[in-house]
């Protein structure tokens, strides 16, 4: 009924996931090897078939400050539980009643979980779980070149003609040595956002998208005067195009280098066949500048995003909550945080 895949068997992890209709790079196992490396924890797809229902979702297994007990918490990114065939609420029990099941046999203590706004998959969980509606994200239609263009907002129509008539060009490829002038960029954007540590990734991590993810991502970059001022790299699997990092040089952003590197890397998305390309929301699923800025290149964008939170051992949970209050004298226990312990 349940399986569970490892990194050690990528292949029939990958082919499993790719069995999936509806699957998106989120789901594969050279998306999560870096992340991994990363030190997000051990990369685990469960899989489920009975009744009629297939079901699939990928975690990170992290350690607790209690020995043999673990939480989970989908990758970075989005994800959740991915369904295909009888979605009845038969069914959907189920499933429900092997997931919690298996939970408790890894000593998996809560789950957090961030669910993909394009696939939807959120709507079927608010059946048998708790789910959280946040705010929107933003998804290009990538129909053709003029349903691009025409839900772009006139506003942003102008940055895109402006940074052209800068003579900024976009170009695009793979490898190293982007990967390299890449971090440069994304580190110092990193800097003047004062970011979280977590935020800066290691050589080991952009290898593992190299070669791990090496037939599902592509790098965009921004040139003026000869050298990029604006790079990212964006994700791809089965007909869906993603924003994944990103960085621009401070000095040059009234050239709109990524207002211009956004619009070509859609019409690019459509060449190549895809469908939609996501740009995702804002910090804590805000309104805020990033999410106005995204919002511009789609008017007609009307993406939900969900989130999950749950406990399959209240004990443990508690407990961990008061190992951590004990270790911590500035410990604030009505942080809405989940799991708690680690706020």
């Not at 209690?66 to 539980?81: A, F, L, R």
């Not at 959120?122 to 839900?151: C, H, R, Y």
């Not at 999950?308 to 008061?322: C, P, S």
């Amino acid at each position: 009924m349940i399986r569970l895949f490892g990194l050690s068997h990528s292949k029939e992890w990958d082919a499993t996931v790719r069995s999936f209709a509806e699957h998106d790079v989120y789901y594969l196992s050279g998306y999560v090897k870096a992340f991994y490396i990363h030190g997000d924890g051990e990369p685990q797809l469960l899989y489920y078939e009975a009744e009629g229902l297939k079901a699939i979702y990928v975690y990170m297994k992290r350690k607790t400050a209690i020995e043999g007990y673990y939480d989970s918490v989908t990758p970075y990114g989005y994800g959740g539980v991915l369904f295909e065939g009888e979605t009845s609420e038969q069914n959907l029990q189920a499933f429900w009643k092997a997931y919690v099941e298996s939970m408790k046999e890894q000593g998996i203590v809560d789950n957090f979980v961030r669910y993909h706004p394009v696939l939807a998959n959120a709507v079927p969980m608010k059946q048998i779980s708790t789910v959280i509606d946040l705010g929107k994200t933003i998804a290009f239609d990538l129909a053709s070149p003029e349903v691009i263009w025409d839900n772009i907002i006139s506003k942003n129509c102008n940055m895109i003609r402006k940074a052209e008539k800068n003579g900024i060009t976009i170009e695009h490829g793979k490898g190293m040595e982007l990967l390299d002038q890449f971090t440069a960029i994304y580190n110092a954007t990193m800097d003047k956002d004062h970011a979280e540590e977590y935020y800066y990734f290691k050589r080991p991590f952009y290898e593992s998208i190299d070669g791990d993810l090496k037939d599902n991502y592509e790098m965009f970059y921004a040139v003026y005067e000869g050298r990029p001022i604006a790079m990212s790299i964006m994700i791809f699997a089965n007909g869906r195009l993603n924003y994944h990092l990103s960085g621009s040089d401070i000095e040059y952003r009234n050239l709109a280098p990524s207002n211009l590197l956004l619009y070509k890397a859609a019409l690019w998305g459509y060449e190549q066949g895809y469908k939609t390309f996501h740009l995702g929301g804002g910090v804590g699923s805000g309104e805020d500048n990033l999410y106005k800025f995204k919002a511009a290149f789609n008017r007609n964008s009307n993406c939900q995003f969900s989130i999950g939170k749950e406990i399959f051992d209240q004990t443990k949970y508690n407990e961990l909550v008061a190992m951590r209050a004990s270790q911590d004298e500035g410990f604030n226990q009505d942080s809405q945080f989940f799991p708690l312990y680690r706020s």
